[in-house]
C-alpha cells in the first residue's frame, strides 16, 4: 500500500531527477498513483540494463502507461539511425515482462494487490476494494470520480 502521506508530485519529480539520463523533459506518466513505485522500479531495471550495455545517451523512455490493464514503459533509441543491440534488446523484454506481471498484481489506484479484470467492458487491475467502489460507481452513473477514494 502506498504511505498515507504520499505525494504523486514529488514522486514523479524524484524519479525524473533520478532518471534524467533515460526521461526526456516532457514526458508523461499515464499511470495513477498505485503504479508509481511499479514505474520507479522499472526505470531502475532499465536504466541498469542501459548503462551495461553502453547505451545511456542513446537510448530513452518513450511512453510511460496503462494498455489492457498493464503497465507499459516503451523504450527506444534516441536516434532513428540506431538500432539495439540483440542483448539490450532481450533485456528490455525481460524488464517489460517483469513489470506487465508485477502490475497485473497490484491496484493501480492504491497499490494493493490485485488483479486484471473487465469492468465495463476496460481492461483495469485492481484490489478487492477499488474494484467494487468502480463497479458501483458505473452502476450509479458515473457520477464523479469519488470513487478512487
Ligand atoms: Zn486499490
Same mark, same amino acid.
Given at each position: 500500500m502506498l504511505p498515507i502521506d504520499f505525494n504523486r508530485e514529488k514522486f514523479i519529480a524524484d524519479i525524473r531527477e533520478k532518471h534524467s539520463a533515460i526521461l526526456p523533459a516532457d514526458i508523461d506518466f499515464y499511470v495513477e498513483d498505485g503504479w508509481l513505485p511499479v514505474v520507479a522500479d522499472g526505470l531502475q531495471q532499465i536504466q541498469d540494463f542501459i548503462e551495461k550495455n553502453r547505451w545511456l545517451h542513446k537510448a530513452h523512455v518513450r511512453q510511460i502507461k496503462e494498455k489492457?490493464?498493464?503497465l507499459r514503459i516503451y523504450v527506444r533509441p534516441r536516434y532513428e539511425e540506431h538500432q539495439f543491440s540483440d542483448e539490450l534488446a532481450t533485456?528490455? !523484454?525481460t524488464v517489460r515482462d517483469n513489470i506487465s506481471r508485477v502490475s497485473r498484481h497490484t491496484c493501480e489506484v492504491c497499490g494493493d494487490p490485485g488483479e486484471l479484470d473487465v469492468i465495463a467492458g476496460y481492461?483495469?487491475?485492481l484490489c478487492g476494494y477499488h474494484a467494487d467502489r468502480r463497479k !458501483?460507481?458505473?452502476?450509479?452513473?458515473?457520477p464523479d470520480e469519488e470513487w478512487r477514494k
Open positions: 489492457f490493464g498493464e533485456n528490455l !523484454a481492461h483495469q487491475t !458501483a460507481w458505473i452502476s450509479h452513473g458515473r
